[in-house]
C-alpha cells in the first residue's frame, strides 16, 4: 500500500503564482523525499527533510514536515511554465532498510 | 553524483515473449539497486532491490525476476510476459550503506507494451 498520499492530485496555476502539494504518510520516518517527473522520464531528487527538521528551502522550494500530524507540504514559489510536472513525495520509514514508499503524485500544470 | 542508464527507451512484445531490461550505474560503487514500475498517473511500485551482488529481495509476487551480476548492473527479465506487464519500468540507485541519506537518482526508464 502507498505510504504517502499526495494531495490535490492535479493542480493548474498561472506562471508567477504559488504552487502547494500536501503529502500524507501513516507510519514514522527517517526522513521525506520529494522528487520531480517530467513526462516520460526518470524522477529527479528534489529535497530531502529529516524527521527532526520542520522547514527546508532549496531557491524556490519550501518544505516543511509535521511529524505529529505525519504531513509535509512542497511550495513552489513564483512558478514557471518549466515546473509543469509530476511531484511525488516519498517516505523513508523506520526499519525500512532504506526502501522508500512513493505517493501516486501530484501533477502539477503551470500555464503561461 | 550517479549516472543511471537503461535500456531499451521503448519496447513492444507479444505475450509469452521474454524480457530482458538492463541497467547500469556509474558514479558510484556498492550502490542499493531498485527496479520500480509506473502505471500510467501512478506512483511507483517497487517491485526489487539489492544491496549486493546476487543479493535481490523482490517485494511483490509477479510474473518477473532480477538478477544483479555485477555490482553496478541491475537485470529485470521475465520468462513469458503477460498483458498485465505493460508499464514504465524504472531503475533507481543510492549510495548504499555508506551514506545516512537514501536520496534515489532513476534513470530514464523503459516503456514496456505487451500486446
Known amino acids: 500500500s502507498q505510504q504517502g498520499e499526495e494531495d490535490p492530485q492535479a493542480l493548474s496555476i498561472q506562471e508567477g503564482e504559488n504552487a502547494t502539494m500536501n503529502c500524507s504518510y501513516k507510519t514514522s520516518i527517517n526522513n521525506l523525499q520529494w522528487y520531480r517527473q517530467n513526462s516520460g522520464r526518470g524522477l529527479v531528487h528534489l529535497i530531502l527533510i529529516r524527521s527532526n527538521e520542520r522547514e527546508k528551502h532549496s531557491g524556490r522550494l519550501r518544505v516543511t514536515l509535521d511529524t505529529s500530524k505525519k504531513s509535509s507540504s512542497l511550495l513552489i514559489t513564483a512558478s514557471r511554465a518549466a515546473d509543469t510536472a509530476s511531484y511525488f513525495c516519498a517516505t523513508d520509514p523506520l526499519g525500512s532498510a532504506r526502501q522508500l514508499t512513493f505517493g501516486s503524485g501530484t501533477q502539477l500544470t503551470v500555464l503561461p | 553524483s550517479q549516472t543511471i542508464h537503461q535500456w531499451p527507451a521503448t519496447l513492444v512484445q507479444p505475450v509469452g515473449s521474454p524480457l530482458s531490461l538492463e541497467c547500469t550505474v556509474e558514479?558510484?560503487?556498492?550502490?542499493?539497486l531498485y527496479w520500480y514500475r509506473q502505471a500510467a498517473g501512478r506512483g511507483l511500485q517497487l517491485l526489487f532491490y539489492?544491496?549486493?551482488?546476487?543479493?535481490i529481495s523482490s517485494e511483490v509476487p509477479q510474473n518477473l525476476s532480477a538478477s544483479r551480476p555485477q555490482d553496478r548492473q541491475f537485470i529485470l527479465s521475465s520468462k513469458k510476459l503477460l498483458l498485465s506487464d505493460s508499464g514504465f519500468y524504472l531503475c533507481?540507485?543510492?549510495?548504499?550503506?555508506?551514506?545516512?541519506?537514501?536520496?534515489?537518482?532513476f534513470g530514464p526508464g523503459t516503456r514496456l507494451t505487451v500486446l
Open positions: 539489492s544491496v549486493g551482488i546476487g543479493q
Open positions: 558514479g558510484t560503487s556498492n550502490p542499493n
Open positions: 533507481a540507485s543510492d549510495s548504499g550503506g555508506g551514506s545516512s541519506y537514501n536520496e534515489q537518482f
